[in-house]
């Protein structure tokens, strides 16, 4: 006589299914994304490939001054470097640090070795909905365009910078394509899109590197700062 499965049985049954492989058709939809990837020309700010930083008054201000305090040493102004906060998007994309990405059919997650964090971008089509705190990360929705990943983030934190200087206001719209440019090599294409800061939406870019693929070690971000290794990615 046959018994009902045990709850623990169905369980240990669910995780196992988690577990297993990719399926060939989430498999086909990596395009060569998947695996462990550090930047090629590490730098602590974007540079725009079509022009300067178009700056509205109000951004202008806001960057001056953050320009004003980081001579001073004073470091209030990031809470990259003064909390070890989130870096956020898309700074996170200038992380010297190796970052590994998990590419699957409803969510595609990064991992960073910097302080072991994580950025989960849904695969699924829903519609973003504005949390009631803006994320570091934003809130990030994406989907694939022929074997380019492309991502939308929205409802940021406005207390985030975009690089080690650049402020941003809540309502900042990243757009990211990620795609290889060979075997080995990755590029994130970038657009920036924020009307209280920016008069136009601007562009940069960030190409990287394979790595092996190897564990990352734990990272406390917090040990580094107290250490006085200063924590920026």
């Known amino acids: 006589m046959r018994t009902a499965p045990s709850a623990r049985g169905l369980v240990v049954a669910a995780l196992a299914l988690a577990l297993l492989p990719l399926s060939s058709h989430a498999a086909s939809r990596d395009n060569g994304l998947e695996g462990v990837w550090k930047i090629t020309s590490p730098r602590s700010a974007f540079t725009p490939i079509d022009g300067p930083i178009p700056f509205t008054a109000a951004g202008q201000t806001a960057y001056e001054q953050?320009?004003?305090a980081l001579a001073k040493g004073d470091f209030s102004f990031d809470r990259t470097q003064s909390r070890c906060a989130s870096p956020g998007v898309p700074r996170l994309s200038l992380t010297p640090w190796r970052f590994r990405i998990w590419p699957r059919a409803r969510f595609v997650v990064f991992e960073y070795e910097w302080n072991r964090l994580h950025r989960e971008v849904d695969m699924t089509g829903r519609t973003a909905e504005q949390p009631?705190?803006?994320p570091a990360v934003g809130v990030s929705r994406g989907h694939w365009e022929g074997k380019t990943l492309v991502i939308k983030s929205q409802y940021f934190d406005e207390n985030t910078l975009i690089d080690n200087l650049?402020?941003?206001d809540?309502?900042?719209?990243v757009e990211e394509r990620w795609s290889l440019t060979g075997p080995n090599t990755l590029r994130d294409q970038i657009t920036i899109s924020d009307p209280a800061f920016f008069t136009r939406p601007w562009h940069t870019q960030a190409t990287y590197q394979r790595q092996p693929d190897l564990a990352f070690p734990?990272?406390?971000?917090l040990d580094r700062r107290d250490a006085g290794k200063m924590p920026l990615p």
């Open 66 to 68: 953050n320009k004003a």
């Open 132 to 134: 009631f705190v803006g």
């Open 166 to 168: 650049t402020p941003h």
């Open 170 to 173: 809540s309502d900042m719209v």
């Open 218 to 221: 734990e990272d406390v971000c």
